[in-house]
């Protein structure tokens, strides 16, 4: 197992060994990252433990977990909803968890470089995002599911078709850094970047108690500039528990580390430093000893409840602390100023390479 975690001062911010070696300790032999001990797996917290993994330098654990995600991929390009001793278990085929794969890669190139690994994974990049276009709406929002008889769940989640533009986002870089032209992906995120900025009434209004719907448009890079600024104050005292940290939902005492970390993602992506280090240190020291996070924290009776000890939790605090102190060249893929230059520096639709990442 790898143990060379980027030698950087900065990192003592938190302890970096300690929490990729806890997350490795969940790991399997075939690369599955599951939840906890004996716990489900769900492909999106699976790629952000492998992301996680990589900021820490991990890369040979990360690299593994992304086989897991190839050798898992059904042929039509999706994944189901979870997974349990290996098999499939919430048999639901779903676009968010599907194409996940394709930002997570995208970042261990960012952070790795290694171009050959982008060719060797696009066949699995291309059949996720292929399967998530095709359960787009005819307004831009994606679909929630499809079932094993190819029904299709047509409700809309805001966080989660928010996601989905992140992961095309990814998948369009990688693209053009293999010289490959994807127009229909590029014609795919407009269409749905357009409806998460513009039509709210198109998304499940039952979701917009869960703080991920406040700041996902943000984190994605769909609603930007004053735009962006203006969402953040416009709920930050419904979500945000000053000296605690950010709520799951808004009208529950329950402040959780993975929600306040991606907050943070948000909040560093939009340059607002500030606000985003304050959160980081009220949750910092939120973890056991081991090196694994908290799941959530009751306000302000102070339960940690519940007790499950999370991979994908800890990797949401070290990407977060990537965002915010840069140790990576992977702490930019939330950045909307490094998307606005990327895409300025290609022609669209040309699928002519950008210059590389910096290292």
């Not at 703080?211 to 890079?221: N, T």
């Not at 973890?287 to 009751?298: I, P």
């Amino acid at each position: 197992m790898t143990r060379n975690p980027s030698p950087n001062p900065i990192f003592d911010a938190i302890d970096v060994r300690s929490m990729a070696d806890a997350i490795c300790s969940l790991q399997k032999p075939n690369g599955e990252i599951p939840w906890s001990v004996n716990g489900k797996t769900d492909p999106w917290d699976h790629v952000e433990s492998a992301m996680a993994l990589a900021v820490a330098g991990y890369l040979k654990e990360a690299r593994d977990a992304f086989a897991w995600s190839a050798f898992t991929q059904n042929p039509d390009g999706s994944f189901y909803a979870t997974y349990r001793n290996g098999q499939p278990d919430e048999m639901r085929k779903d676009p968010n968890m599907s194409t996940y794969v394709a930002l997570g890669i995208y970042h261990y190139y960012l952070i790795s470089g290694d171009k050959d690994y982008l060719e060797k994974m696009w066949p699995t990049i291309e059949k996720a995002i292929d399967f998530a276009v095709r359960l787009q709406s005819p307004d831009g929002p994606i679909y929630w599911s499809q079932d094993l008889d190819g029904n299709i769940e047509k409700r809309c989640l805001l966080t989660g078709s928010s996601s989905i533009y992140m992961s095309i986002q990814s998948a369009i870089a990688i693209a053009k850094c293999l010289n490959k032209s994807r127009p229909q992906w590029e014609f795919a995120r407009r269409k749905l970047g357009k409806a998460i900025r513009t039509r709210p009434d198109l998304f499940d209004e039952s979701k917009s108690r869960y703080s991920m719907d406040w700041y996902y448009p943000i984190l994605c890079g769909a609603v930007t500039d004053q735009e962006a600024e203006n969402r953040i104050r416009q709920y930050w005292d419904e979500f945000v528990v000053e000296n605690w940290g950010v709520r799951c939902v808004s009208d529950r005492p329950w402040v959780t580390m993975a929600e306040s970390s991606e907050c943070v993602l948000a909040l560093a992506g939009i340059d607002m430093f500030e606000q985003a280090e304050n959160i980081f240190r009220w949750i910092r020291n939120s973890c056991f000893e081991n090196g694994l996070y908290w799941t959530g924290v009751t306000v302000p009776d102070s339960v940690v409840w519940p007790e499950e000890q999370t991979s994908w939790t800890t990797g949401a605090v070290l990407l977060a602390a990537d965002a915010l102190y840069t140790w990576t060249p992977g702490s930019h893929i939330f950045s909307h100023d490094y998307w606005k230059t990327h895409r300025s520096h290609t022609k669209a639709g040309t699928g002519k390479r950008e210059k590389a990442p910096a290292a």
